[in-house]
Structures are given as C-alpha cells and as structure tokens.
C-alpha cells in the first residue's frame, strides 16, 4: 500500500471503531442486521470467507479471555488470519512508542484491534494507522461489548428503542458505552453506583433526561427496567483500590431482590468476568433472566460483521 492510500481503504475513507459514536446509527443497525446473517450461517455450518486472505493483529496490553477467543476465532471464520501480541512480547514492553508501533504494524497487517489502558492511547495508535482499528476495551469504553450486548437484546426481545437498560454499580468503561448507545439508539439509562464511582459529568458532557437517569438507590434504578446489567466493581488497571471498592459498593449486588423490581420479561446481562457474590448472586446470573452466555457468544458474531464493515463497507 503506497503513501498515497494512507488515509482510505479501496470502498472509501479509512474508518475505525473507537468508541460506539464512531458509527451513525444506521451503520451500527447495518452491522447488527449483518451480524444476524453471518450468525445464522455460522449455525448452518456455511462458509463465509470474506476476509480471505486478510489478517488483523490484536495487540493487549491487558488480559482477556472472550476477546480474544471471540476476535481470533472471528478472523479464521472469515477466512483470514491473526497475530496475537502483548506488551510484554513486544517491544511495547520496552517503551517503543505507540506512534512507531501502529506505523509499522498497519503496514504489514489489514486491521488492528487493541485492549489497552486510556483512549488517548488507541486513538494514538489510530492517527498513525494506515488501517481500520477497533477498540477491545480501553479504560473509558468497551464498544464490541455494548454492540454484542444490544445484539442480544434485539434477538430475544426486539427493538431497544424506547426501552429501559438498568447499569447497577461502577461508572466504568461499560457504563459510559450504554450511554453512547443509548443517545445513538434511542433508549433510556438508567444509572446507580455508590457516591465517588458515578458517572463525570465531565465526561458526559450534557445528557437529555430522556437518555439518562441516574439514581442513588440501585432498587430504584431497576425498576420497570427492560434489561439490568452490571459489572465488576474492579476494572482492570484499578487493583490497587479493590477493598475501598468492595466496601463501597456492597448494596450494589444484583440479586433476586432487586431482579424483582424490573419489568417481568427483563433480562440480566454481564460482560463477564464475573464475581459471583460481589455485583451479582449466583441466583441472578445462573437463573432464568440471565443470558450472559449467549452475550458473550454474540461478540464473536458481531465483530465479523465489523471486521467486514471496516474493511468492505457496506456488501
Ligand atoms: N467481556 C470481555 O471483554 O471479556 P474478556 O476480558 O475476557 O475479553
Ligand atoms: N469493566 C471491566 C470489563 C472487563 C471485560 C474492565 O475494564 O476490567
């Protein structure tokens, strides 16, 4: 690939997936339509190679298991294939800079998907790419996520438009996600977490009050709710404050108790890892709401149709 063809891709401007608002709302509904399709031929044992020949490398500067699994065995579906890096068997462990990395990976590679510490770093990465990069989680968002997490959604119940999603507990790189796709998508969030872990109006910036909500008492926050979801109290990068956390946010457990005040039909959902008996009972997250497998499932099923997205544009 020549200078010349830095900034674009053959189907038009280079695009990448940093944050959910990167994409209007009729590309994340076109990339949900087409997860569905690829999903249903996944199913059927069909081959859907339209990544032939292509490769992505992941780079994680943070542990994953769904990620990668879900990313990796994404691109060979595809047809294409992967490389796998870490900070620590890259030179990114030996401070090369992030600039230098991307210049030289986005030559060799066709895409880039990230898992790294604050979003100044992927985007970073991004101005110096010659090639689509998508966000694994970063410390601010986690936009696959939330994609599967509303793929989800619409597969069991329908539309999220006009629904209520219930976030329990930390003001985390998830929660500020929802409220992305919320504003995009035209749902309401509803937000709870103890004093000193709720959401930066700084970060936020104006919010309508039909977009968000946000409550001191998490019973509250569920109630009539159409979806309730919660994660660690801990994120990744935050070890060092687990017990002030646990101590904080102990009325901040979704249990059965608090599934009760949701509507009837509403479903529980957890990016997982989870920490059964900490965010949630085993009750909730094993019981009969809980769809937590088939969310993580759905990543894999999304972010093929991202991957295409990015590299084919619409097909
Ligand atoms: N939900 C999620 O991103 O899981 P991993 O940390 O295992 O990738
Ligand atoms: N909020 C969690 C999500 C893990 C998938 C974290 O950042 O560690």
Same mark, same amino acid.
């Given at each position: 690939?020549s200078?010349?063809?830095?900034?674009?891709?053959?189907?038009?401007?280079?695009r #990448?997936?940093?944050?959910?608002?990167?994409?209007?709302?009729?590309?994340i509904?076109?990339v949900?339509?087409?997860?569905?399709?690829?999903k249903?031929?996944?199913?059927r +044992?069909?081959? #859907? #190679?339209?990544?032939?020949?292509?490769?992505?490398?992941?780079v994680f500067?943070?542990?994953?298991?769904?990620?990668r699994?879900?990313f990796?065995?994404?691109? +060979?579906?595809?047809?294409?294939s992967?490389?796998?890096?870490?900070?620590?068997?890259?030179?990114?462990?030996?401070?090369?800079?992030?600039?230098d990395?991307a210049?030289?990976?986005?030559?060799?590679?066709?895409?880039?998907?990230?898992?790294?510490?604050?979003?100044?770093?992927?985007?970073r990465?991004?101005?110096?790419?010659?090639?689509?990069?998508?966000?694994?989680?970063?410390?601010?968002? #986690?936009?696959?996520?939330?994609?599967?997490?509303?793929?989800?959604?619409?597969?069991m119940?329908?539309s999220?438009?006009?629904?209520?999603?219930?976030?329990?507990?930390d003001?985390n790189?998830?929660?500020?996600?929802?409220?992305?796709?919320?504003?995009?998508?035209?749902?309401?969030?509803?937000?709870s977490?103890p004093?000193g +872990?709720?959401?930066?109006?700084?970060?936020?910036?104006?919010?309508?009050?039909?977009?968000?909500r946000?409550?001191?008492d998490?019973?509250?926050?569920v109630?009539?709710?159409h979806?309730?979801?919660?994660?660690?109290?801990?994120?990744?990068?935050?070890?060092?404050?687990?017990?002030?956390?646990?101590?904080?946010?102990?009325?901040w457990?979704?249990?059965a108790e608090?599934?009760a005040?949701?509507?009837?039909?509403?479903?529980?959902?957890?990016?997982?890892?989870?920490?059964?008996?900490?965010?949630?009972?085993?009750d909730?997250?094993?019981?009969?709401?809980?769809?937590?497998?088939d969310e993580?499932?759905?990543?894999?099923h999304?972010?093929?149709?991202?991957?295409e997205?990015?590299?084919?544009?619409?097909?």
């Open positions: 690939m200078d010349a063809n830095q900034n674009s891709l053959p189907n038009g401007p280079l #990448h997936f940093l944050q959910f608002r990167d994409f209007s709302r009729e590309e509904e076109y949900l339509a087409r997860a569905q399709i690829i249903d031929k996944f199913k +044992y069909q081959p #859907h #190679h339209t990544l032939h020949d292509r490769t992505l490398a992941m500067e943070k542990a994953s298991t769904r990620t699994v879900s990796e065995a994404g691109m +060979y579906q595809l047809g294409g992967v490389i796998h890096l870490t900070t620590n068997d890259s030179q990114l462990g030996r401070s090369e800079p992030i600039e990395t210049r030289v990976v986005s030559r060799m590679v066709d895409i880039v998907m990230i898992r790294t510490f604050e979003q100044t770093r992927i985007e990465f991004a101005a110096h790419s010659r090639v689509p990069v998508i966000n694994g989680l970063t410390n601010e968002y #986690h936009p696959c996520q939330i994609l599967a997490d509303i793929f989800t959604f619409m597969e119940r329908g999220i438009q006009g629904r209520t999603v219930a976030w329990i507990g003001a790189n998830m929660s500020y996600t929802w409220l992305q796709a919320a504003e995009i998508l035209g749902f309401t969030l509803h937000v977490g004093k +872990y709720q959401l930066d109006p700084k970060l936020t910036g104006q919010v309508a009050p039909h977009v968000l946000e409550f001191d998490p019973m509250e926050a109630k009539g709710a979806l309730v979801t919660t994660d660690v109290w801990t994120s990744m990068g935050f070890e060092e404050e687990n017990e002030e956390r646990r101590k904080a946010f102990a009325d457990c979704v249990d608090m599934m005040q949701a509507d009837p039909d509403a479903l529980f959902m957890h990016c997982l890892p989870a920490h059964r008996g900490e965010e949630v009972t085993s909730v997250i094993d019981g009969p709401q809980s769809v937590v497998w993580a499932e759905n990543r894999m999304v972010q093929k149709a991202l991957m997205f990015l590299l084919l544009g619409k097909l």
